[in-house]
């Protein structure tokens, strides 16, 4: 259903949807959640290009079976909730283009299957948590145009050898760019 000019709230996940994708329309308000007498288990939810707003929803990390979550292009704020670490089988997060601020959480470090982190275009700030070194199955690593801080890590280079895309620019980032991203011969320059 998505590209069409659908709008109004979302109430619920209904529980036989595996892939809903409401991309591109006119949806607002905040994300569905359940509420306790359905068992939703999508594995893809792509909300992107909508008019969402508040918060991410802790009813989010309620949904094990979640593979690919894009809730970018939309009016987010606020800070993400820790139990999205919770989400084992997330394989791709794309929150580009809202306003969400404070840290990226540390248990996001627990998502051994992620591959994609887009986070583009924020108002993240802090440092990058030490914990997303164990993503090792990233290909994608997108921060840039938030207010993160301090030295870019050297675990970049030692850890995520599977990196084929990573964006980093345009925060407060200090010191020297360091030697150890030389080694993500997967990089497309």
Not at 70 to 92: A, H, M, R, Y
């Amino acid at each position: 259903m998505n590209s069409n000019k659908f709008e109004g709230s979302l109430a619920t996940f209904s529980s036989n949807v595996r892939y809903l994708d409401l991309l591109d329309n006119l949806f607002s308000g905040h994300i569905p959640h359940t509420d306790g007498t359905m068992n939703p288990n999508p594995e893809v939810i792509n909300l992107s290009k909508n008019r969402f707003t508040g918060s991410v929803s802790v009813h989010l990390c309620k949904v094990p079976s979640i593979q690919v979550l894009d809730l970018s292009q939309n009016k987010f704020l606020g800070i993400l909730p820790e139990c999205l670490g919770n989400l084992i089988n997330l394989t791709v997060i794309v929150l580009t283009n809202n306003n969400i601020t404070g840290v990226v959480p540390s248990s996001l470090g627990s998502l051994k299957n992620l591959c994609s982190l887009n986070f583009r275009n924020n108002r993240f700030e802090g440092d990058i948590s030490m914990s997303l070194h164990n993503l090792e199955n990233l290909v994608t690593m997108d921060l840039g145009n938030n207010l993160l801080m301090g030295a870019i890590p050297l675990w970049i280079g030692e850890k995520l050898l599977n990196l084929v895309f990573l964006n980093l620019e345009s925060n407060k980032f200090t010191g020297n760019i360091p030697l150890q991203l030389c080694q993500l011969n997967n990089i497309i320059t």
